[in-house]
C-alpha cells in the first residue's frame, strides 16, 4: 500500500479492497473513507464523493477496519516476564520506561484506545497527557490510576484500602486526580500465590459505597472478579462491568445479561504460552490456578454467549497480542464480525466513547488497515498493515511508528 501523507490534518482519501464498518454490515466492498481533520467526513466509493482537492491514498487490497478499543491493559506489566505483583512495586523510573514499548506494541498490532486497569505513581495519567502532545507512540489511554484491593489482597501489592469511608475518600481522590473510571478487586486472580478465584474480597457495603461515590463523579466502577460470591456482590451492587469472568456460572450470567453489566474477556494472559504460562511456569500455587481458569473459562464462555452477555476484550498487559482475543472469541463459537464488534464498537461503548468504534461520518477516524478479510479468516487481524489514530497514520505498512510531534522536529 502507500503510506498516508506525512501532514497531520490534511484531507485524505483511503481507498482498499473495502470497509468493514463496525455496525455488522458485513465487508463493503470498493468503499473507502475520507477523512478531515482527523474525523471520518464520509465512507463511499470514490464516484459518490466530492474528492476535489483530497490526496488518495491507495491501500491496495486492504480492508479497513475501525481502531481496536483494548478494554482492559496496563501500560507497564509484562505477564512474560512473570511476578506481576513484583514489578508493580519495582521503582517508578522502570516502570515508566517500559512502558514506551509496550505502548509501541500496542498501536503497532490495531490498538488505538486502550483502558488502564492499574498504575502506579500516576504512569497512566502521564501517558495519557503524553500521547495527546505526540510525545510518545501509542493508544489514546482511558486511566484509572491504582485499583482498589483491601490489604494483602490480590492486586494490593504497592497498597491496600478497606472500610466504607475510606474507600469513598479513595473514590474521591481518584476523581480529583483525573482518573477516567474507577478499577477495583472483587475476587482473588490467577497470578497471586494466596487468593481464590471465588473469594470476596470486598463486604457487599464495601462495593456499593464505591459505586454510588463514583457516580457522584461521574465514574464507572470495573471489578476484577472471576466468579463466587466477589462476582456476585460485584453484579448485584451496581459495578459497570466485570473483568476477566474466568467461573461465571449460568445464574451469574442471566443476572448481568439482565441488568446490561459488560464482560470484559482477557484470555491471551491465560491461554498464550507467553502470558503467566511463560512467566510463572516454576510457581506451582499459581498453575495451578492457570488449569483451574482455563478450564472453567471455556465453560463460562459458551454460558455468557447463550445468555446474551454484553462482551468488549482486553489483553490484560500481552501487548502486541490482541488479535489472540478475536481469534480466541471465533475458537469458543463467536463469530468473526461478532469478535471483531466487540473489538471495536463495543469498546467504545464499554468505556463511554461515542465517537469511535465503528467507521461512520463524524467519528473520530481512528483506522486499522489489514492486509485480509477478518470475516474470511480472523486471523486476518494480525496482518496490520497500517494505523490511524485522528486522521494521522501512526503506523506505516513497514511497521514503524510517527506521531506529529516526531515530524515537525524532521
Known sequence: MTDGPRTA????????????????????????????DGRIAAVGAPGELDLDGVERVDAGDDVIVPGFVDSHTHVTIR????????????????????????????ISSGVTTMKSMTEEAEIDIEYRAAVERGEIVGPKIRASRRGFSPPGGHGSAAGGVAGVENLRAQV????????????????G????EHS??????????????????????GLKVSSHAHGGPG?????????????????????????????????????????????????DAKRPAIMAKVVEARKAALKSAQIVRAAGVRVAVGTDSMHGLF???????????????????????????????????????????????????????????????????????VVLSDGSVRTPAMESTK
Open 189 to 192: 486472580g490467577v497470578s497471586s
Open 172 to 187: 474521591r481522590e481518584h476523581a480529583a486526580k483525573g482518573a477516567d473510571h474507577i478499577k477495583i478487586f472483587t475476587t
Open 9 to 36: 490534518g490534511r484531507p485524505i482519501f483511503i481507498l482498499g479492497k473495502g470497509v468493514i464498518d463496525g455496525t455488522g454490515n458485513g465487508l463493503r466492498e470498493g468503499v473507502g473513507v475520507l477523512v478531515r
Open 231 to 279: 462476582l456476585t456482590y460485584a453484579v448485584e451492587n451496581g459495578i459497570h462491568s466485570v473483568e476477566h469472568g474466568a467461573m461465571i456460572d449460568e445464574a451469574s450470567a442471566a443476572e448481568m445479561a439482565r441488568r446490561g453489566t459488560w464482560l470484559v474477556l482477557t484470555n491471551s494472559i491465560l491461554f498464550h504460552p507467553t502470558g503467566i504460562e511463560q512467566g
Open 196 to 217: 481464590t478465584l471465588d473469594e470476596s474480597a470486598y463486604s457487599p457495603e464495601e462495593i456499593a459505597a464505591i459505586v454510588d461515590e463514583a457516580a457522584k463523579h
Open 323 to 393: 488479535g489472540y482475543e478475536m481469534q480466541w472469541m471465533v475458537e469458543q463459537g463467536w463469530t468473526p464480525e461478532e469478535a471483531l464488534i466487540a473489538a471495536t464498537r463495543s469498546g467504545a461503548e464499554l468505556i463511554g466513547l461515542d465517537d469511535i468504534g465503528t467507521i461512520e461520518p463524524g467519528k473520530r477516524a481512528d483506522l486499522v488497515l489489514l492486509r485480509g478479510n477478518p470475516l474470511e479468516d480472523i486471523r486476518a487481524v494480525y496482518e496490520v498493515d497500517g494505523v490511524y489514530r485522528d486522521g494521522y497514520q
Open 79 to 106: 505477564p512474560g516476564e512473570g511476578d506481576q505483583h513484583g514489578q508493580i512495586v519495582k521503582p517508578h523510573v522502570w516502570q515508566a520506561i517500559r512502558g514506551v514499548d509496550n505502548l509501541r506494541r500496542m
